[in-house]
């Protein structure tokens, strides 16, 4: 079971929030990204916008099930071809999360975890 605090609990029921994605190399240089239109920092990271990243799709389980995530459309991010053709970004842990766009301090709820 997660917890979450009062505070970002009464933004994501206004829906003053945003998806934030967090990719990780294995070297830990951390990339982050969002769906706002202004940079957001959480804890450690600045996420900057990735301009044509729309909303995330999520059907998640409970159980053994495979669950589906969707990220829909071409979005631009600010990867090194030549780090990503290098490998540099294989068994990178990716993590979305949403955020308070309004109170960013609040936090993040982590609603997927996974690798590239």
């Not at 290098?86 to 690798?115: C, M």
């Amino acid at each position: 079971m997660r917890t979450i605090s009062s505070n970002l609990m009464a933004d994501i029921m206004n829906g003053t929030i945003c998806n934030c994605i967090k990719i990780v190399q294995e070297d830990g240089t951390t990339h982050g990204y969002t769906d706002y239109g202004t940079n957001l920092t959480v804890g450690s990271v600045t996420y900057q916008p990735a301009p044509g990243l729309q909303k995330v799709k999520m059907t998640l389980t409970a159980n053994a099930e495979v669950s589906n995530q969707e990220l829909a459309s071409g979005w631009g991010i600010d990867v090194n071809e030549a780090d990503l053709r290098a490998g540099k970004f294989d068994n990178a842990t990716i993590e979305v999360s949403w955020v308070s766009w309004a109170n960013p301090s609040y936090g993040e709820l982590v609603v997927f975890t996974g690798q590239l």
